[in-house]
């Protein structure tokens, strides 16, 4: 994990920024959204992708690159949750 914040940092924060941009210019979209079935699917994905890091099961290069993926995905989703945020105070009127 070190090794991946020490040489990749500048990729990582990329995420991060990226992630606050599209969060901050992201029109929030009040329509249907996945399935139960579907979200439960991408759950169930995401938990695989990460005990599959976890537990090193994915030996060499794609292991490699199967860490590096998920904390910049990690990254970007906090940026765009950071980003909404953000806007939502900025932009958010007071109501009397």
Known sequence: MT?????HWGWLLASLL????MGWIAVVHRGKGV???TARWLAALAAALVAASLTHVVPGR????????LIMFALYLAGCAVGSWLRDRA????RA
Not at 3 to 7: E, P, V
């Open 3 to 7: 090794y991946l914040a020490t040489f």
């Open 18 to 21: 990226l992630g606050l941009a």
């Open 35 to 37: 399935s139960r079935t």
């Open 62 to 69: 794609f292991g490699y690159w199967l860490d590096l993926g």
């Open 91 to 94: 932009i958010s009127r007071h």
